[in-house]
């Protein structure tokens, strides 16, 4: 049975990059969330994905923005990068919104430089 | 706004000792606390969780118990072992969509 599966697991970008997360759900599931998660700190919620529209959004700025694919999968886009946005993100997946049966995927750890 | 304050930050007992996690939230509309256990370099799991109508729950050596009045939970480990060793994490939500508000964790050292 797959699990959440995200790429890459490392990404080294400059100050001023795009970069681009994926995720994969886990099969079954079809709302997907996105979360950030700083070196010693709790996963901070980004925003959630369901019926390829994003549902919910947490206190993050514009430059952070995702898409929902038809097969459930997800893509996390963050431009402008900051030295402040090197984190673990944390993709999560569900069956339906408001389900809390979530499930992680092991992340992307991205860092600018 | 919504807030989970998590406490201690690290947590260090001799194996077969009892641990003990609290956290504290802010938003009334809260009704679901999961707790997740993280390992160096790895994906947070769920370990156990508590809905709004139940005070406590147990699964062998690990149980939550929830305070509603008090807006507090706990996450208590008892016969700890080694293994029990990483950073857990509690977690609050409320019925609109299912975002969880994450505590800052607490590292817990089971020593041999």
């Known amino acids: 049975d797959a699990g959440v599966t995200q790429s890459p697991t490392h990404l080294i970008k400059t100050r001023g990059q795009q970069v681009t997360l994926r995720c994969s759900p886990k099969?079954?599931?079809?709302?997907v969330s996105w979360y950030q998660q700083a070196l010693g700190q709790g996963p901070q919620f980004i925003f959630q994905?369901?019926?390829?529209?994003?549902?919910q959004r947490g206190n993050f700025p514009d430059r952070f923005s995702g898409h929902q694919f038809p097969n459930y999968s997800s893509e996390l886009n963050v431009n402008a990068l900051l030295l402040g946005d090197s984190a673990l993100y944390l993709c999560?997946?569900?069956?339906?919104?408001?389900?809390?049966?979530?499930?992680f995927g092991s992340g992307t750890r991205l860092t600018v430089v | 706004g919504e807030n989970v304050e998590q406490h201690p930050s690290t947590l260090s007992v001799q194996e077969g000792d009892s641990a003990v996690i609290k956290c504290t939230y802010s938003?009334?509309?809260?009704?679901?606390f999961p707790w997740y256990k993280q390992e160096l370099g790895k994906r947070p799991q769920l370990i156990i969780d508590?809905?709004?109508?139940?005070g406590e729950k147990k699964d062998q050596r690990i149980a939550v118990t929830l305070n509603k009045t008090a807006k507090h939970f706990s996450l208590h480990i008892t016969e700890t072992q080694p293994e029990d060793s990483a950073v857990y994490f509690c977690?609050?939500?409320?019925?609109?969509?299912?975002?969880?508000?994450f505590g800052q964790g607490t590292e817990l050292s089971v020593k041999p």
């Open positions: 508590i809905r709004s109508n139940v």
């Open positions: 994905y369901y019926e390829e529209e994003e549902r």
């Open positions: 999560a997946s569900s069956l339906l919104p408001g389900n809390h049966g979530y499930t």
């Open positions: 977690a609050a939500s409320n019925n609109q969509g299912g975002k969880l508000i």
């Open positions: 099969s079954g599931h079809d709302t």
């Open positions: 938003d009334s509309a809260s009704n679901y």
